[in-house]
């Protein structure tokens, strides 16, 4: 009678969920359905892959190559290691509207951000604002935690202290007169970054957060003087510093510089004609082979131009047709005598 007592009450309830008996279906898959399920989805993919494609390619990009490693190059004097302060021009002519909206990119290559060490190596602590650890960095920006002189280094690490430091101006010159294109620094960086991850300290004025504190070794102003037009735009908020630390993912990449202000003469974008860009030549490449570009680009409905994309919709939606075709002749040849 226990025993019975027992079963009875570990018996799950008698419901259609708890003893399986809920309405299910199930599809028979026949010829007839997957054969013309894989054309739709071969042709669905092909529309995809051609639009994207199209759109790609009408996307406008312009790279000009500044490292400096040919002798005709006109940065060929500055990327010598023993120079400093270097300056050097790069000049180059649009025959046609570069249509906006225009982002200004710098690009560099065999550049290995995802190298794991490379990383790890910051103090998000100390990032987000947290004084304590001003004095006292994390062992995990080592050895970029304290100079030789064993004062923390504020912002530690590597990913830091090896921010691009490039400058560069944009010049227009039309009819004999050069003008200078406006560049927009705001906005560049993710909203995240700015706004959740990175903070300043709440010490006013924000030069006084980092007393007793030393700059990373290869910057040459402080956190507190960053943009020295913008006081908003220092510390752990300054948008190029931000635009850095998002590392990349592959050894070859761009991350934006500028937009070009879509005021003036630019409300359409680079008009045509001669341009020159004056470079602060200051970040070395070639110590690890690597090289150094300028790219100008718009973009589209599908963001900047991603060839690939494209090209693997038409891959896959040709696989689709091909493979329907071939389950079609397969069954022509070999179908079940109770399917005819």
């Known amino acids: 009678m226990v025993k019975q007592e027992s079963e009875s009450a570990n018996r799950p309830d008698n ?13 028979i898959l026949s010829a007839g359905i997957v054969i013309p399920g894989f054309v739709l989805i071969g042709l669905a993919f092909i529309g995809i892959g051609v639009a994207l494609f199209v759109t790609s390619r009408s996307i406008q990009v312009l790279e000009l190559d500044y490292t400096g490693d040919s002798n005709g190059s006109p940065c060929s004097s500055c990327s010598q290691s023993v120079v400093t302060n270097c300056k050097c021009s790069l000049n180059f002519t649009l025959t046609t509207l570069f249509q906006g909206p225009v982002f200004f990119y710098y690009g560099l290559s065999n550049y290995f951000q995802n190298y794991r060490r490379y990383g790890a190596s910051k103090d998000d602590n100390q990032l987000y604002g947290d004084l304590s650890y001003f004095t006292s960095p994390s062992s995990s920006c080592s050895p970029y935690d304290y100079d030789s002189s064993k004062k923390p280094i504020v912002p530690c690490g590597s990913i830091a202290n090896s921010m691009f430091n490039d400058t560069f101006t944009l010049t227009w010159t039309v009819n004999g007169t050069t003008n200078n294109v406006p560049l927009d620094g705001k906005g560049i960086a993710w909203w995240t970054d700015y706004n959740i991850k990175y903070r300043n300290p709440s010490v006013t004025p924000l030069k006084n957060a980092f007393n007793g504190t030393v700059k990373p070794i290869n910057w040459a102003k402080p956190a507190y003087e960053l943009d020295a037009s913008d006081p908003s735009n220092n510390g752990f908020v300054n948008q190029d510093f931000l635009v850095w630390m998002r590392r990349a993912a592959l050894p070859n990449f761009r991350k934006l510089y500028r937009r ?33 570009k300028i790219v100008f680009s718009n973009v589209s409905w599908m963001g900047g131009r991603n060839e690939f994309l494209g090209i693997a919709y038409l891959v896959i939606g040709s696989l689709c047709v091909v493979m329907s075709i071939v389950m079609l002749i397969v069954y022509a040849k070999f179908k079940f005598p109770d399917e005819e």
Not at 15 to 27: D, Y
Not at 261 to 287: C, F, H, M, W
């Open 15 to 27: 419901t259609a969920f708890t003893q399986q008996r809920l309405p299910a279906w199930q599809p």
């Open 260 to 292: 070009i202000d879509a005021s003036g003469d630019y409300q359409k974008g680079l008009p045509a004609g001669n341009y020159t860009i004056d470079i602060a030549y200051n970040y070395p490449v070639r110590a690890f082979n690597g090289a150094k």
